[in-house]
């Protein structure tokens, strides 16, 4: 694992700016990866810590999330094509280099719309139980019947339902760290978590991902990530939870070309309750595209 501390990088966008961290290590393969829904660049340290040694990292804080000051609007958001968007905005502001696309759970998607639509494929994408869900789901959300079904979705209604107010981080910290999940993850990652998904703001701090574009996220899905993953034209590397894991289209990824390695004991959050296992495994699917 390094002990190399993450550098700050702001990179400018018409519409505002992306915060990333970056582990830098000049000439090495480039990782760019890109975290889930809710969470934020620095809840993935302790997993990017371990890569940090042998490639240069950059992990964005994706629009909506963290420190990164891109408007995000839950009314007007009915696809996750925006964050492909950002992340080439911000690849076309790097050096000219060899880049893996890794990420997890909606990154690992948003990692599939991204390679789609870039002229300089990557080297490979390295996804970490990605939202892949049934073709018939993505159908429905073109539908009038989507504006009537999604708030019933589980998701949906605990981001909704989500509190976004505390006194202070130690009470976030009181409340969290005896729960599921967080009660599961690794020592060091609520921390991490806390550290780049909490903001100040007058008497306290609350979420930096605001419940309402959380729930969007899991409302929104007028895109078609096995589509992304036929187009994406670099070799696509996917690991798969045990437990509650978000691909469920396993045969679409397959015939897209993805080749997909089974993680046991290990839920959806699988980054945060063992990052040294998902670092392994990226490093070895590096190695190998």
Known sequence: MSD?????????????????????????????????NGFN??????????????????????????????PADPARHRDWHVYARDIIAMLDQLDDRAFVLAGHSMGGVAALLTAEKLEQKPLGLALIDPVILPGSFYAINHTPLWHVMWRRFPLVQGALRRGNFWPDVDAVKTRYAGRPPFSYWAAGVLDDYLAGGLKSVEGGFALACAPAWEAA????????PVRAARRAGAPIAVLKAEKASTVRDVAGLTRAGAVITPLPGHSHLAPMENPAACADWIAGVVEGF
């Open 217 to 224: 996220n899991y409302a929104s899905h007028r895109h078609d």
């Open 4 to 36: 190399l501390r993450p550098e700050t990088r702001r990179f400018t966008l018409p519409d505002g700016e992306i915060n990333a961290l970056v582990w830098p290590k000049p000439g090495a393969t480039r990782i760019i990866f890109l975290h889930g």
């Open 41 to 70: 660049a620095r809840s993935g340290a302790k997993l990017l810590e371990y890569l940090a040694d042998r490639y240069e990292i950059i992990a964005p804080d994706l629009r909506g999330h963290g420190a990164t000051t891109l």
